[in-house]
């Protein structure tokens, strides 16, 4: 079976777990064997690893002397041209809260190098919207140029390429939704992206949902027939280092409870904050962590203080690479209270680590685990009763260390492929 | 002749309500009495009371002809004294049946024995009593919670005078024996065994209306066959059951009801099989052999061990912290500690605590409030923490009150120090090398409380019961065995 993917991100160039997603299962894939996977990325950097597929860069592809089909009624354009700002590293939320730029999908002209090759950030830049059919331009050159049994396209940024290698090819298409737009705007919904995303849905022969919970978004809130969506699981890449039990302060009780992740409304962080401080009313060798940053930090800083709790809840800002098993390393308990998760792969890690932990009945890997302690995420009393639990009863923690590492060693992304390539080979 | 032995066990716990960290020292009532009145009620209405009525029209019909054994929790008496008069009556009236006897049990419905068996003999006495209160009979049979048994606790029950145990007819105890004989203690002879026939007590309680069961529909004529068809030596058919099973478990739509309603119209037909109660068997059988049960066995799962209770890390560490004030308890005579102090021993909060349903009990997680394991666990913590401040903040005034003890105590430790320091003074004179200034301060020892002289007491005590705990490996063995699985 030969695949031909497209994602956003691969690799060590991510920010976040649609990244760390597409990269599993492509390895997942290749340990099964007898497949071939090309993995398209907006941009390659050269230094991705090319052993489990091969990674092709949309920057790299010629287009000019390409007849590029911009849609209906429109002319083949060979004149191509694009203002393509590339602005730092943002996530989509704050690229949201950029939008007071307006993006038209209605342009005509794409800018090319020298060589005719489409210069693409692979950021969440100013101009995603731009870069998003850039990519699908592209895409449908490489469908021409590569052969392949099925196509594959990981959440909604990826859906026009993979909808253009369709038209191109004529294969089945498979889109994965890793997060809907409900999820990350918390109802607040883009009709541009919902557009993308419907788009991408109607278009697709099947649809690959990461829980039931957002299988049942598909189904409900983008009017797909539940036949064609269909639950594949995430997984964890094992660990390989070993975890070290740090303490913070040398011959301290001092425990710490971790919160790990974007500080945007989606991973509900006010309900963190609520808890700790109503966790720190009755016991204070605990101290409380927020680790990331995101539009609502400031507002997360401004709650803490009110609640008088500053000098037991820390904020650390953005944490790269080692440092985030390093924050793992000093946590006593993980805690996840997002409002709507489709999976939420970190909880994973924390319990690879041997940390216990703690995610909302709203989050999809909820669906998977039973060695974590599950509670809705406004139930901020039942947050902090479990919160306490895990400090001061250590039987709790002593089950969790013992099972929780043993449950999620059997999460493995080889699985997770296995079930696709059943779901490619219903469709091929 | 072939005897058919039913018992049924009737029991609910005081279910415990949610319970919050941050309630911890202020809130010191713990039952969720919304839930119990209505789990009460509902099962009264579904099961007890047709039940009743159903056996009492049996009991008539047949006169004699058709017996059945009962036993009560101490907390299921005292649900039925709070919202359930109607259906105690109607007990009281089977129970003044002679066709009907009354078995004894521990009042709790608790896993006492394993870490005190003074609590367990109280609470045996216990039981006895309010027994004796309500239906005016002394029982003569034991069974225990959960038909936990192991030699030792029918040795224990045996000295207390009871002439019988019933048990579950485990396979890894039977071996290849029969559970349809009679055995008894294989260190006390004088106590009989009856064991279950799980195979035929679940075909009722489990499978009666399990469509995917190839016997289904299980009919009179059909479970009484089964019964003919044992050989002719094995004269004791023992079908233990949940009383809850008619009419609750199993609705009343499966048939359930028709089934025991005809279930003595056809042994009548037939010759050779009658009802018994376990009296009746232990007085007419012969004991066949003595049966051998070094680790405790149950009636739970697929194990029949003490798994489903004291099988993981939450559930030894809850029983070992209730525990673990026992002696501090026993000092308090106030009826709401006594009251609490039996209902947290109930087993039924360890049972929610069981994470063996993440691989095969649906059973439990039927049975149990909680989302799950962990909720239970942290529940049942958080108001054993509020308990135990209670237990210690009623010890406390209490010794300060007996002033006359304290100001003896206090002087005799004086007198201690007096006399050690002499012995000290006098060890010195004799030795060459006097290390000066090494006297232990006087005056410490007055002023020391009692609360601490009565807090080493405690520990003694509570190293002196180790021996007893060390009971527990066997449910250690048993988590090995589980593994297994």
Redesign the interface.
């Known amino acids: 079976m030969r695949v031909l993917m497209f994602g956003w991100e691969f690799p060590p160039h991510i920010s976040g777990g649609l990244g760390t997603a597409s990269y599993g299962l492509a390895k997942g894939f290749s340990a099964l064997g007898s497949n071939e996977l090309l993995f398209v990325v907006p941009k390659a950097y050269g230094d991705e690893d090319n052993s489990i597929a091969r990674i092709i860069g949309a920057s790299n592809i010629p287009v000019t002397r390409k007849k590029i089909n911009l849609g209906k009624g429109r002319s083949k354009l060979d004149y191509i041209e694009v203002s393509s700002k590339i602005v730092p590293y943002t996530d989509p939320e704050d690229f949201w809260r950029l939008k007071s730029k307006e993006v038209s999908s209605d342009y005509k002209f794409i800018q090319t190098d020298e060589h005719g090759k489409i210069n693409f950030s692979g950021k969440y830049t100013e101009n995603l919207m731009q870069e998003i059919a850039n990519y699908a331009i592209v895409a449908g050159v490489i469908a021409d140029n590569e052969s392949f049994d099925i196509i594959h396209a990981h959440d909604w940024l990826a859906y026009p390429a993979g909808i253009a290698a369709k038209e191109v090819s004529g294969k089945p298409l498979v889109i994965h939704v890793h997060a809907t737009d409900f999820d990350r705007s918390g109802g607040k919904v883009n009709p541009d992206v919902y557009a993308i995303e419907k788009k991408g849905m109607d278009t697709a022969d099947r649809i690959i949902t990461v829980s039931n919970l957002t299988r049942q978004t598909v189904i409900e809130k983008y009017n797909i027939p539940a036949e064609k969506v269909s639950t594949v699981y995430n997984a964890v890449e094992p660990l390989e280092r070993e975890k070290e039990k740090r303490k913070l302060l040398n011959g301290s009780n001092e425990k710490i409870v971790t919160f790990l992740g974007r500080i945007t409304m989606q991973k509900g962080p006010e309900y963190f904050v609520e808890a700790a401080s109503?966790v720190l009313?009755?016991t204070k060798d605990v101290r409380f962590v927020m680790a990331g940053s995101g539009d609502m930090m400031t507002d997360m800083i401004k709650l803490a203080a009110s609640k008088n709790i500053m000098d037991r809840f820390h904020f650390t800002g953005f944490l790269r690479g080692d440092d985030v098993y390093k924050m793992l390393e000093y946590s006593d308990v993980y805690i996840m209270p997002s409002v709507s998760e489709p999976f939420g792969i970190s909880p994973l890690e924390a319990m690879q680590s041997n940390v216990p932990v703690i995610i909302s009945h709203q989050s999809g890997v909820a669906e998977i685990l039973?060695h974590a302690?599950?509670v809705n995420y406004w139930d901020i009393?039942a947050m902090?009763?479990?919160i306490?639990?895990i400090l001061?009863?250590?039987?709790?923690y002593?089950?969790f260390r013992?099972?929780g590492k043993a449950e999620v060693d059997d999460l493995k992304w080889e699985n997770s492929a296995r079930q696709l390539l059943e779901i490619y080979k219903e469709l091929v | 002749m072939k005897n058919i032995c039913l018992y049924f066990q009737v029991h609910q716990p005081f279910r415990l309500k949610r319970y919050?960290?941050?309630e911890?020292g202020s809130d010191h009532y713990y039952y969720d009495d919304y839930t119990n009145e209505s789990i009460l009620r509902k099962v009264a209405e579904k099961s007890y009371l047709p039940a009743n009525k159903l056996i009492l029209d049996l009991i008539d019909k047949y006169k004699g002809q058709f017996k059945v054994s009962f036993s009560f929790s101490g907390m299921i008496l005292e649900q039925f004294k709070l919202y359930g008069e109607d259906v105690l009556e109607s007990f009281k009236q089977l129970a003044s049946s002679d066709s009907v006897e009354i078995l004894a049990e521990s009042y709790a419905h608790s896993l006492a024995f394993f870490k005190s068996r003074d609590e367990f003999v109280r609470q045996v006495k216990m039981h006895e009593k309010l027994v004796k209160e309500l239906f005016g009979v002394k029982p003569e049979v034991f069974r225990n919670t959960e038909l936990i048994y192991s030699d030792d606790i029918g040795n224990d029950v045996a000295k207390m005078g009871y002439k019988a145990m019933l048990t579950e007819g485990a396979k890894h105890i039977l071996g290849w024996k029969s559970p349809n004989h009679l055995y008894c203690n294989a260190i006390n002879p004088k106590l009989k065994v009856l064991v279950r026939n799980f195979k035929l007590s679940d075909d009722i309680a489990f499978r009666f209306s399990d469509e995917s069961w190839n016997e289904w529909p299980l009919t009179a004529e059909k479970f009484v066959s089964w019964i003919d068809n044992i050989p002719e030596n094995e004269e004791v058919v023992n079908i233990f059951m949940d009383y809850e099973t008619f009419g609750e478990h199993q609705w009343k739509e499966t048939g359930i009801f028709s089934f025991l309603e005809k279930l003595p119209a056809i042994i009548q037909e037939k010759k050779g099989i009658s009802f018994s109660t376990p009296s009746d068997i232990i007085r007419d059988k012969q004991v066949i052999a003595p049966i051998h049960v070094p680790n405790p066995i149950s009636w739970a799962d697929e194990e029949k061990d003490l798994t489903a209770w004291l099988g993981?890390?939450?559930q030894?560490?809850?029983y070992n912290k209730l525990y673990s004030i026992e002696d501090m308890v026993m000092k308090i005579n106030r009826d709401d500690i006594k009251r609490d102090w039996l209902n947290l021993q109930t087993s039924d909060h360890f049972y929610y605590m069981c994470?063996k349903f993440?691989s095969d009990g649906e059973v439990h997680s039927y049975f149990s409030p909680f989302?799950?394991p962990?909720?239970a666990?942290?529940n049942y913590?958080?108001i054993l923490?509020d308990f135990i401040l209670r237990v210690k903040a009623n010890l406390a005034p209490e010794s300060e009150d007996s002033t006359e003890l304290n100001l003896r105590i206090s002087k005799q430790e004086k007198e201690i120090e007096k006399l050690k320091n002499q012995i000290e003074r006098l060890k010195k004179s004799e030795q060459a090398k006097v290390k000066p200034g090494r006297k232990p301060a006087t005056g410490t020892g007055s002023r020391a409380p009692i609360s601490k002289k009565a807090a080493t007491k405690t520990k003694t005590t509570s190293r002196k019961k180790k021996p007893a705990s060390s009971k527990i490996p066997a449910t250690k063995a048993k988590t090995t065995s589980r593994k297994k699985k």
């Open positions: 109503r009313e009755r039973t302690i599950k009393d902090s009763d479990a306490y639990g001061k009863y250590p039987a709790l002593k089950m013992k099972h | 919050r960290f941050f911890i993981n890390e939450l030894e560490e809850a994470t993440f989302d799950s962990y909720d666990f942290i913590m958080n923490s």
